[in-house]
């Protein structure tokens, strides 16, 4: 969702592009975001607000925008080499490990270093 940029994400995302020749983020459409059940008052930023963040970003060298609950369809679109996820996910057990392996690619959930939360720093700033 990437939608309060934190450095979390930034360390994450730099780890995730040493892992291949390019990094292409995928980003929740605003609708997309709201069918994850996140809150009524999400995305706090727009998904053009959240695409050109992560656009600047010098890790990233794509961002690519998805409306659908899971990226699975824009993977099958991009067949990527390697997939990555934020440590918090059972890589495994995802739909998107599945397909990306059918073609002899690789997932990987990554660690994180710094632990962050969007939904802990927005209610920092609600209290």
Same mark, same amino acid.
């Given at each position: 969702?990437?939608? =309060? ?7 994450? =995302?730099?780890?995730?592009?040493? !892992?291949?020749?390019?990094?292409? /983020? ?30 600047? !970003? ?9 409306? +659908?609950?899971?990226? /699975? +369809? ?17 890589? +495994?057990? !995802?739909? +998107? ?24 720093? =927005? ?5």
């Amino acid at each position: 969702v990437f939608d =309060l940029l934190h450095r979390g994400h930034v360390s994450y =995302l730099a780890q995730a592009r040493q !892992l291949g020749m390019s990094l292409v /983020v995928g980003v929740n459409s605003d609708a997309s975001v709201r069918m994850l059940g996140k809150g009524s008052d999400r995305p706090i930023n727009g998904q053009e607000d959240r695409m050109a963040l992560l656009a600047a !970003l010098e890790s990233v060298d794509l961002v690519v925008l998805f409306s +659908e609950q899971t990226p /699975v +369809e824009l993977i099958r679109r991009i067949r990527p080499d390697v997939y990555v996820k934020g440590g918090d996910y059972a890589i +495994e057990s !995802l739909e +998107e490990t599945k397909v990306v392996q059918a073609w002899g690619g690789k997932a990987f959930a990554i660690p994180f270093i710094y632990e962050r939360s969007t939904t802990n720093l =927005l209610g920092k700033i609600r209290s």
